[in-house]
T-cell receptor
Framework: NAGVTQTPKFQVLKTGQSMTLQCAQDMNHEYMSWYRQDPGMGLRLIHYSVGAGITDQGEVPNGYNVSRSTTEDFPLRLLSAAPSQTSVYFC????????????FGPGTRLTVT | GQQLNQSPQSMFIQEGEDVSMNCTSSSIFNTWLWYKQDPGEGPVLLIALYKAGELTSNGRLTAQFGITRKDSFLNISASIPSDVGIYFCAGPSGNTPLVFGKGTRLSVIA
């Protein structure tokens, strides 16, 4: 199993550009989520999904969209990038819908200039 | 939402020393999780605790679910250089599946 994979690993965007961060898992996990990590801030939940076709907002959802058309994939879309979205983004998944014991991907480091 | 307070924020220790860190909350948690993040990687689950008073070990790591259900502790015995990283506590809170503390950054001096 590859576990949780994320692409790209690094990305630089200009303010106003849009892009999609990809996340996939091959563990047949129902629950998937996106976090952002900023220095000294820990991990903050952006959006999550308890199964295909179901998504919900986390703590910091503004400026991001998600969809879950399959169990395996959970892409995160930045609609119009802003410098405040410069961060490291982690995707995670877990077997239980409660999402407690989550497995994390390697992260995407995004810089918005 | 609920916040988890971790202390210390950072620590520098000599190789071979024991390490203690803790996580507190103003409200009750029914599950406590401890994760470790190596530099440049995603967090990895170390220990999960599900019952007040529970004491669980994973090699040189031992974690405890506080009896008040508002705190948890992580101890590392006989530290080694590969223990370097950031340690996060986490737990489910209300409508948020998991809330994370801000982490304890551990540095080990050989």
């Amino acid at each position: 199993n590859a576990g949780v994979t994320q692409t790209p690993k690094f990305q630089v965007l200009k303010t106003g550009q849009s892009m999609t961060l990809q996340c996939a898992q091959d563990m047949n996990h129902e629950y998937m989520s996106w976090y952002r990590q900023d220095p000294g801030m820990g991990l903050r939940l952006i959006h999550y999904s308890v199964g295909a076709g179901i998504t919900d907002q986390g703590e910091v959802p503004n400026g991001y969209n998600v969809s879950r058309s399959t169990t395996e994939d959970f892409p995160l879309r930045l609609l119009s990038a802003a410098p405040s979205q410069t961060s490291v983004y982690f995707c995670a998944s877990s077997y239980l819908a409660g999402g407690y014991e989550q497995y994390f991907g390697p992260g995407t480091r995004l810089t918005v200039t | 939402g609920q916040q988890l307070n971790q202390s210390p924020q950072s620590m520098f220790i000599q190789e071979g020393e024991d390490v203690s860190m803790n996580c507190t909350s103003s409200s009750i948690f029914n599950t406590w999780l401890w994760y470790k993040q190596d530099p440049g990687e995603g967090p990895v689950l170390l220990i999960a605790l599900y019952k007040a008073g529970e004491l669980t070990s994973n090699g040189r790591l031992t974690a405890q679910f506080g009896i008040t259900r508002k705190d948890s502790f992580l101890n590392i015995s006989a530290s080694i250089p590969s223990d370097v990283g950031i340690y996060f506590c986490a737990g489910p809170s209300g409508n948020t599946p998991l809330v994370f503390g801000k982490g304890t950054r551990l540095s080990v001096i050989a």
